[in-house]
């Protein structure tokens, strides 16, 4: 990950969606502009979490989208807790849970249903995945929230931790997930102006 070393990014779009991207591979002639300085820089802010175990810290890591909860194979429905420092604040039902940046609003939990956010602001969204009951929405915490995934699972089952889609880690019954903003930001590269609303209406039109 680029974002400890405070390395640019600068995305480019070889897939179909491409919201955090900022050049399509038919614009890769604009890759010049980096030795001309006509570019400017964004912080984007990330998410920090971390599994405890028994009351240890069991793994830990970081996600500049989402670190998202899911259901193992056992084909049943993921209860799940969300707690804001000592508040309870509300229980899913259903495959699990997303906890997302503004960056990854546009991505998983997009497809979720949560909202569209603009990724220059600070906050920090959880969407139900496959809710069960129409009663369960996402809910946009601010940036400061401290929260705490607590998966209700029963012995003998587990679920999945994803950060960013890519790596996993089996949760097991007990484990809690505290998931927090991170220090370090994701510095991406911007050379258009206003390009994640021009991409927006773009992408969104395109689904």
């Keep these: 990950m680029s974002a400890p070393q405070g390395v640019p990014v600068l995305g480019i779009n070889r897939g179909t969606t491409g919201f955090l991207t900022e050049l399509e591979v038919g614009e890769l002639q604009q890759l010049r502009r980096l030795f001309t300085g006509e570019y400017t820089l964004e912080q984007r802010m990330m998410l920090e979490f971390t599994i405890l175990r028994d009351g240890k810290r069991y793994h830990r890591g970081l996600a500049l989208n989402d670190v998202t909860v899911q259901r193992g194979i056992v084909p049943r429905l993921l209860t799940t807790d969300v707690h804001n420092g000592d508040l309870m604040i509300t229980r899913f039902r259903g495959d699990g849970v997303i906890v997302a940046t503004p960056t990854g609003s546009t991505g998983y939990a997009l497809s979720a249903g949560g909202p569209v956010i603009d990724p220059r602001t600070n906050c920090i ?83």
């Design 125 to 207: 969204e959880v969407a139900p995945i496959c809710a069960h009951s129409l009663a369960n929405r996402s809910i946009v915490f601010g940036s400061n929230a401290k929260l705490t995934i607590l998966p209700r699972l029963e012995e003998g089952r587990s679920a999945h931790l994803f950060n960013d889609g890519a790596s996993s880690v089996l949760i097991h019954h007990g484990d809690t997930i505290a998931v927090q903003r991170a220090r370090q930001k994701t510095t991406v590269v911007r050379m258009k102006p206003d390009s994640f609303y021009s991409t927006m209406r773009i992408k969104l039109r395109e689904f």
